[in-house]
């Protein structure tokens, strides 16, 4: 990538204004170079970059709106029950009635289950 024209120099020295940190930003994002890269090209410091970034909510993390794909079902899902022994079943939601109540009863009765 063809180097652009460099920062003022009073940047790098300066106390920078909101108007100044948004310059800077600008030029960062338009050059396509990590935050550390940028500062070292154009003799700045890279924390000084962070610090302007999150103060103005140029942040990335904070740019990236967060995107939710629906993920389909794979088949029945499966059901936990907890008996009053204290054990747990776990069977596919579309099981028969009456096996769940076997199910069920048998390991109610037997304690050595």
């Known amino acids: 990538m063809p180097r652009s024209r460099r920062l003022s120099s009073k940047l790098s020295r300066r106390r920078w204004s909101d108007a100044d940190a948004r310059r800077v930003l600008a030029a960062l994002e338009a050059s396509g170079l990590s935050v550390n890269a940028f500062a070292a090209r154009e003799g700045l410091d890279a924390q000084r970059l962070y610090y302007w970034?999150?103060?103005?909510?140029?942040?990335?993390?904070?740019?990236?709106?967060?995107?939710?794909?629906?993920?389909?079902?794979?088949?029945?899902?499966?059901?936990?029950?907890?008996?009053?022994?204290?054990?747990?079943?776990?069977?596919?939601?579309?099981?028969?009635?009456?096996?769940?109540?076997?199910?069920?009863?048998?390991?109610?009765?037997?304690?050595?289950?």
């Open 53 to 113: 970034r999150k103060r103005l909510g140029h942040d990335r993390a904070l740019a990236v709106s967060p995107t939710f794909v629906e993920v389909p079902r794979q088949g029945p899902e499966a059901v936990e029950i907890a008996l009053r022994s204290g054990r747990s079943l776990r069977v596919r939601e579309s099981i028969d009635v009456a096996t769940l109540r076997r199910c069920v009863a048998v390991l109610e009765e037997d304690a050595a289950c």
